[in-house]
């Protein structure tokens, strides 16, 4: 992987508060220079509009050339790009190329992302008992929200045998790490439990972090739970 001795990333970001055109000239002296670094957050800049005008497709170039470089955070990139149509036409096949290598060279979003596409048979033949391996893989690395879909398939027997005390557990530390639906579905196992002051924190939590998607999903869920604490959360969620 080429590198120049005298880029700095830190630096960068500091300079991205205070001169973002700058910042972006920085960047874009070292990508030209051969840095990888340098190169996927050129792409970052040119996908983000900072310090540039946003352009996807130049961003797309840059993933590109910083994942052919070796950089696996580039790679992953690349097929979030290819998967979701960003500078380029929607091509599940190419994202699943560039997940997989993100996953070879050890990165946890390539493993979960990859997985996604695994387990939906997008891009790639179904393959739910690989998909898991993968989640597993990606969870025991520390990536939040395959320790919610761990604990998922450990709740209900899904491609392996179902264990209570597992899910649990791999909820709490996907609640713990962050990930708002791991928050949400750990809290449900504490509410069957009766745990409710501590249900309640976990469910405060998803709600002020979740996405407008999921949002969407659960409010109206926990506005109809039968109790009344988990009502009022959402009321005061809402005001």
Avoid at 48 to 65: F, I, K, N, Q, V
Wanted: aromatic share 8%.
């Amino acid at each position: 992987m080429p590198t120049s001795a005298r880029f700095d990333p830190q630096a960068l970001s500091r300079q991205l508060r205070d001169d973002p055109q700058a910042a972006f000239a920085t960047a874009n002296a070292a990508a030209q220079a051969g840095d990888a670094n340098a190169q996927l957050l050129l792409a970052q800049l040119y996908m983000e509009g900072a310090g540039t005008g946003r352009d996807e497709p130049a961003a797309l170039l840059w993933y590109e050339t910083a994942a052919n470089n070796g950089h696996p955070l580039a790679m992953n990139q690349l097929g979030r790009c290819h998967e979701l149509g960003r500078g380029c036409t929607v091509d599940f096949a190419l994202a699943a190329v560039w997940y997989r290598r993100a996953a070879e060279a050890g990165l946890d979003w390539g493993m979960y992302n990859f997985a996604n596409l695994l387990a939906t048979g997008r891009g790639v033949a179904q393959d739910l008992p690989r998909a898991l391996a993968l989640y597993t893989q990606a969870a025991h690395r520390g990536h939040a929200k395959s320790m919610n879909l761990l604990a998922r398939h450990l709740e209900e027997g899904l491609e392996t045998q179902a264990d209570p005390d597992g899910a649990l557990a791999w909820y709490r530390r996907s609640a713990e790490a962050g990930d708002f639906r791991g928050q949400a579905n750990y809290a449900s196992i504490l509410v069957q439990g009766g745990q409710m002051d501590e249900a309640v924190h976990w469910l405060r939590l998803a709600l002020e972090h979740g996405s407008p998607a999921f949002l969407a999903q659960i409010v109206p869920q926990l506005a109809a739970s039968p109790h009344p604490r988990i009502r009022a959360l959402v009321a005061q969620a809402q005001d």
